[in-house]
């Protein structure tokens, strides 16, 4: 039996359980990723009916998106965006007038931030999964900056290997961008093909060291690549669920908090900062995987 | 492997060995506990030398002639050193340095007769080992012709974490050191002529790989030396989905090469070298953290050598 439903049907139970109670109080960032886990996880539990999750995650995105109009990241958007395509999935939320408010925040927060071209071309390619007509000509335009970026900053490294994290999050990024969730193969120009060898042996390093944070992203990028064959992705997927915890969330990071606790007064707080964003992207990556649910 | 950068990294490293000879001499301590504490780096640099005169159908070049000729005469021969093995009789390391100066031709047969005799002991044999050193062992007995009966190298592959095939998510580093030294124990450095068992050679070909990416991007270059080895050990250093990272990590290995000619050992750590104003307390730090990593990359080099002569003589048999 695939044991990836269940996994994912604990966590939407821990959300429900655990979070709930406590998002309205939660930091703007703390309910769209609540909101996303939600819309993704709601397939796979049967505690709450669609209805009912279609409101929560409304209520939620909405009250952002109002409240925080002026302080929204970019980030933030593509969790909101991403939140109502799940949220869709369900046929039963009405979500229109919501997008058009998301739409209006993206033009807002592109023009006030200037986020980085990978980050504006996902919100885009996001608000058009949710029904906006999309400004294609715009899009095209940035797919070609995205690709001539990308074959300057990664594709032409010397040592391949030798990425940061948060270099390594960007180029995940781009995958997702320019495979537009792996529903287009990418130009051979991209030189993204040529980085699946590297991105495996990346996989295999971070699942290694248990950096939880990369690989869900890795494993999206590797699906998304076509790369989901090889062994890096299966024991990767493994580790993932073995990092599953008894109340449903993933990570383990009960050893670190505990040390953190008899050094210094610890001012994370442990499920808004730790453990909603990671069992989102893990519930996220398994659920991409098993092909149940996807932002397409 | 065989460019410039690579013959410009082994003369400005043998360079290096040659400036600071003085520091492979156990005999330059003064407590008998430094002095076994120091003996490794010199028998791995003679274990250095010996592969490079096999690699070397015209003998072994002056440099390292120079290395082994001094240690002889200023270690090996001397009765300080010579009474180590009774007092020490444990170490296999009394062992190495004997059969490295014999392979180069240094023989000295009263050393032997004493090394005979420990042997005859039992005692050596008798200790419990991880299963990578017993073969080191019994590859030893073999090489020196020691008539001693003792297990075959091969015979302790079964006991070894290799044969075992681990999940190498879990390898730390103390294993990926007993899969390395397991293969080349094994093959004698690929001397032996033997393979692996198919099934093994399999799990290699995807472990090793997998690995070397993982220390080429951790910069634990000691690791990537070694596992540099072993892919030519196995012959699999050409193979299509290998030779990339193979080439990158020689790139990487020979990159972190100091001016002075050492490679950094996973334990150096350069703000606590730049603290060290001494000259003779930084010449001494490099070494101490050094050596085993620059000696790693030089057996590298040998290997690339030795497996191009290999290569060779079976085509010209062919």
């Known amino acids: ?85 799940y949220a869709r999935n369900s046929g039963t939320i009405k979500i229109g007038p919501l997008v058009q408010l998301l739409q209006a925040a993206t033009k807002l927060v592109i023009e006030k931030t200037k986020p980085d071209p990978c980050d504006v071309y996902l919100s885009q390619l996001l608000l058009e999964m949710n029904g906006r007509v999309p400004r294609r000509e715009e899009m095209l335009g940035s797919r070609q900056q995205l690709l001539s970026e990308l074959a300057a900053t990664f594709s032409q490294r ?22 537009e ?79 953190d606790s008899l050094a210094k007064d610890d001012v994370r707080n442990r499920i808004e900062d730790i453990y909603l964003p990671v069992t989102v992207l893990a519930s996220w990556s398994l659920a991409t995987l098993i092909g149940k649910v996807n932002v397409i | 492997m065989k460019s410039e950068r690579v013959r410009s990294f082994e003369s400005k490293a043998v360079s290096w060995i040659r400036n600071n000879l003085e520091r492979f001499n156990p005999l330059r301590r003064n407590t008998f506990d430094a002095i076994m504490g120091d003996l490794k780096a010199m028998c791995e640099l003679l274990f250095l030398c010996s592969l490079k005169k096999e690699s070397n159908p015209s003998g072994l070049p002056r440099d390292y002639r120079m290395i082994v000729e001094s240690l002889y005469n200023n270690v090996f021969c001397k009765p300080a050193y010579q009474e180590l093995i009774i007092r020490r009789p444990d170490t296999i390391l009394h062992m190495l340095a004997y059969i490295s100066f014999r392979a180069c031709g240094y023989e000295h047969a009263w050393y032997r007769q004493r090394l005979e005799r420990v042997l005859a002991t039992g005692y050596p044999l008798q200790i419990e080992r991880l299963p990578h ?36 998510y879990y390898l730390n580093e103390a294993d990926v050191y007993a899969i390395t030294h397991t293969i080349f124990y094994y093959t004698d450095f690929k001397q032996r002529g033997n393979m692996l068992p198919s099934s093994d050679h399999h799990y290699l070909k995807k472990a090793l790989p997998s690995l070397l990416a993982f220390y080429i991007r951790q910069g634990n270059w000691d690791l990537v030396g070694e596992l540099l080895i072993c892919l030519i050990i ?9 030779s990339e990272l193979y080439d990158l990590g020689w790139n990487c290995f020979l990159g972190a090469q100091d001016a002075e000619g050492w490679i950094r050992g996973p334990q150096f750590l350069p703000e606590e070298y730049a603290r060290i104003t001494a000259a003779e307390d930084k010449a001494e730090y490099a070494f101490a953290k050094n050596y085993h990593t620059t000696i790693v990359g030089l057996i590298a080099v040998a290997m690339c050598d030795l497996s191009d002569l290999i290569l060779n003589s079976e085509g010209r048999r062919t």
């Open chain 2, 133 to 168: 050193r017993n073969m080191d062992l019994s590859l030893m007995i073999e090489k020196g012709g020691f008539d001693i009966p003792f297990p075959s190298p091969e015979s302790f592959f079964e006991q070894t974490l290799l044969a075992r095939h681990p999940n190498i």
């Open chain 1, 158 to 179: 010397k040592n391949p290997l030798d990425i940061s994290k948060d270099e390594l999050l960007i180029f995940c990024k781009y995958v997702f961008a320019l495979t």
């Open chain 2, 234 to 242: 196995l012959d699999i250093s050409s193979d299509v989905f290998i």
């Open chain 1, 1 to 85: 039996m695939n044991p990836i439903p269940s996994a994912i049907e604990r966590a939407g139970d821990w959300l429900l359980s655990e979070c709930s109670p406590k998002v309205d109080k939660a930091k703007p960032t703390s309910k769209l990723y609540y909101s996303l886990g939600l819309s993704i996880t709601s397939s796979f539990t049967s505690r709450v009916t669609p209805t009912e999750v279609g409101q929560i995650i409304l209520s939620n995105i909405a009250v952002v998106v109002e409240r925080e109009r002026d302080r929204l990241s970019i980030r933030d958007i593509i969790l909101a965006l991403l939140a109502c395509r």
């Open chain 1, 181 to 259: 969730f792996g529903t287009k193969s990418t130009p051979t120009q991209s030189g993204l093909h040529n980085t699946v060898q590297y991105l495996r042996y990346l996989t295999f390093y971070h699942t290694k060291n248990r950096d939880i944070d990369l690989v869900c992203p890795l494993l999206l990028a590797l699906k998304y690549l076509g790369a989901e064959g090889c062994w890096e992705y299966s024991s990767a997927t493994e580790y993932l669920l073995n990092s599953q915890n008894q109340d449903g969330s993933f990570g383990l990071y009960e050893i670190e908090l505990y040390l």
